[in-house]
């Protein structure tokens, strides 16, 4: 699974709220376990497009994750 949202992500990438749309979708259905990988693999591969889709989606997935 994690593969595959990883090639979804590189393929929607073109698009800002297309690959944000994708990105939360990918957060929400990939393992707790994997989850800190995938943010390194995200910062690695958009962090220069994307920074802050990034840091709102995953701030505010462990906002969600923590319960609050």
């Given amino acids: 699974m994690l593969e595959y949202m990883k090639m979804i992500l590189l393929k929607v990438s073109f698009s800002k709220s297309l690959f ?3 990105l939360r979708k990918a ?10 990988a995938f943010k390194t693999w995200c910062y ?9 889709v990034l840091k709102r989606v995953f701030a505010e997935f462990n906002l969600s994750s923590a319960g609050l």
């Fill in 20 to 22: 944000e749309k994708e």
């Fill in 27 to 36: 957060v929400r259905q990939i393992i707790p376990a994997e989850l800190p």
């Fill in 44 to 52: 690695e591969q958009f962090a220069r497009i994307y920074r802050r």
